[in-house]
């Protein structure tokens, strides 16, 4: 059957085609790049280049006051360097702290300012995000900020553009002990994730942000280190 020329049908075709193609590239593109160790226009860092046993312990979503200082000292006893994602949200409230981090030899980088999703976010949200965050990791001390972890490690789908066009690294990591999400807070049980799950070159997620259970957190990174170095794993900053 012929539809007239000034068909509502045929009027309705062509963008009904464009807005699904435009919507079936966005969903390809969200699905490609939602596992850790693949990103759209940039691949992320998510082990440590050398695969030897190595493991990078990095802390996210501090510096808090409750967690940060006694893991800088759990840190020292063991002679242990870390990487730290920061927000500069809480750099603000705890500028000493930062620069504690930065003075005892670890390495800090950025984890945005507000610590919201960077998806579906203006160019601008996002750039004011990064920019913020690093200009405060800058005031510790620390003058080059190479490396950003998206909140949530979603890194969809300007964040990695507009990371690639400040020249640095997106980092989301290899293992995320699930027992750090649980309640109650089970410092045995999220060791041994750990200590179960690791392999060479690893770099693992554990939070020092949060106010809470401070006691069983840092008896669980003491029961992760003592147990890597059981294993004859040493320890290194994500750039080292
Ligand atoms: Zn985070």
Redo the contacts with the bound molecule.
């Keep these: 059957m012929r539809l007239p020329q000034n068909s509502p049908v045929k009027r309705f075709a062509l963008p009904c085609i464009i807005v699904c193609a435009v919507i079936l590239a966005a969903a390809a593109a969200y699905v490609y790049s939602r596992p850790w160790h693949r990103g759209f226009i940039v691949t992320p860092m998510y082990t440590l280049a050398h695969t030897n046993k190595t493991a990078a312990l990095t802390f996210?979503?501090g510096p808090s006051r409750e967690r940060t200082p006694r893991l800088l000292a759990l840190l020292k006893k063991y002679n242990v360097t870390a990487t730290f994602?920061m927000?500069g949200y809480h750099i603000g409230q705890y500028p000493e702290i930062a620069k504690a981090v930065y003075r005892d030899g670890h390495l800090i980088g950025n984890?945005s300012f507000h610590?919201r999703r960077l998806i579906f976010k203006s160019p601008s949200y996002i750039g004011r995000e990064i920019d913020a965050a690093d200009a405060l990791i800058r005031n510790t001390g620390q003058t080059n900020v190479q490396y950003f972890?998206p909140?949530?490690c979603k890194k969809i789908l300007l964040l990695p553009l507009l990371l690639k066009l400040r020249g640095k690294t997106l980092v989301t990591g290899t293992y995320d002990p699930p027992s750090e999400y649980k309640t109650p807070y089970n410092s045995t049980n999220i060791a041994n994730e750990v200590l179960e799950n690791i392999t060479p070159g690893a770099i693992i997620f554990l939070?020092d942000?949060s106010g809470d259970n401070a006691d069983a957190f840092i008896d669980s990174v003491e029961r992760i280190i003592q147990g890597l170095r059981a294993q004859g794993y040493v320890f290194a900053r994500i750039d080292r």
Excluded: S, V
């Design positions: 996210d979503d994602f927000t984890h610590h972890r909140p949530y939070h942000g």
